[in-house]
């Protein structure tokens, strides 16, 4: 056992070295993941369990968690669920008392290249809601905008009343992939990541979103307003910052209900909350850590905020979990479709 244990870390420990070294690549992380969850896990588990219980009970715990994983792995992260939350505030106008707003978020769409039906499922349910508008918070591919090319059309079968509108996120800047910052021969001067994060805005463009690039939009009804605020990816190394919040508010007045579309919930407490007058933020980024028992996912150790809503002086944050991942894997952290209803308070 504890010769299994010891390969099992050098083999993560030779997938992290090639990583960090530059060899980025989905294989290179999906090794490491699952490595991790179907090897060190549950070898870890089996001690811990046959220390004080037996060898029989650390076999069963081991089997039951590669149970859990196996069925994560086939069927968890397709499993898409709706759920609903929200926002009360005295600043909303009467006007949009009761207004709806889809948010999508996480989709990480090349990791369904070969199963375009989850996405088909994902656009059915979205437009099933009947929303005002909807919002997507951000990284809608893994390495590189090519892997929008075969869903273009479902995602264009998205429509809401008052739009789509969308804003980046970390892995949306394409710099993960191998060759990112080489240089495109195509175009003097542009590095891959460049191009792709160019060619991503264009899709986005043709499927009718809008990409919001630190700047913000007013959505009118009855001649009342509210703000919508867009900001690039706001992260705490080592995911990139290049977002700027009071350059995306410029011109919007005190007092106004405003929503903010923010890749990274961190951003919230770290740059919105106590800071600004943004009565709701939209996050995603998290993922829950793909992995949720009831309140508890790993993702708390890395994030204070993490999934689901956060209300604190006036201010609500809601945390997403997301479609997608570059891992195809989920328990308990279900894939989900969230709907926020805006009420007067």
């Known amino acids: 056992m504890v010769w299994a244990i010891l390969i099992v870390i050098l083999l993560l420990f030779a997938t992290s070295l090639a990583i960090r070294r530059g060899l980025y690549h989905n294989t290179l992380m999906r090794m490491f ?15 811990l369990v046959a220390w004080p219980l037996g060898e029989a009970a650390g076999w069963t715990a081991a089997g039951l968690w590669w149970g859990l994983t196996v069925y994560g792995a086939l069927f968890g992260w397709r499993h898409i ?94 710099e993960y992939g191998m060759g990112a910052s080489g240089e495109n021969t195509a175009n003097s001067g542009e590095s891959n990541a460049q191009r792709n994060q160019r060619i991503l805005e264009y899709m986005e463009n043709k499927a009718g979103w809008r990409l919001l690039m630190n700047e913000h939009v007013e959505i009118e009804r009855k001649r009342q307003r509210i703000a919508l605020i867009g900001v690039e990816n706001i992260s705490k190394p080592p995911f990139p910052k290049y977002g700027n919040l009071p350059k995306a508010m410029e011109g919007l007045p005190k007092g106004m ?76 952290a279900w894939p989900e479709i969230n709907v926020i209803t805006l009420k007067k308070r």
Request: glycine share 10%.
């Open 81 to 174: 669920v709706v759920r609903t939350a929200d926002c009360e505030s005295p600043l909303l106008p009467e006007a949009f008392n009761g207004y709806r707003i889809l948010q999508l978020s996480d989709i990480h769409i090349g990791t369904f290249g070969r199963n375009p039906s989850v996405i088909k499922k994902m656009v059915d349910m979205a437009l099933d809601q009947h929303c005002d508008l909807i919002v997507f918070t951000g990284d809608l591919v893994n390495v590189s905008a090519s892997e929008v090319i075969p869903f273009m059309h479902e995602l264009s079968r998205l429509n809401a009343p008052d739009g789509i509108f969308s804003v980046m996120g970390n892995h949306d800047y394409c």
């Open 257 to 332: 209900f405003k929503i903010l579309l923010s890749h990274d919930p961190s951003h919230w407490r770290h740059g919105v909350l106590h800071s600004t007058d943004i009565a709701l933020t939209l996050s995603g980024h998290t993922h829950a850590g793909q992995l949720k028992v009831g309140r508890f996912s790993p993702a708390k150790w890395a994030y204070h905020e993490w999934g689901g809503k956060y209300t604190e002086d006036g201010a609500m944050l809601y945390v997403s979990l997301g479609i997608g991942g570059t891992m195809p894997f989920r328990i308990g």
């Open 33 to 47: 993941f699952y490595l991790t969850l179907c090897g060190l896990f549950p070898l870890l588990l089996q001690v």
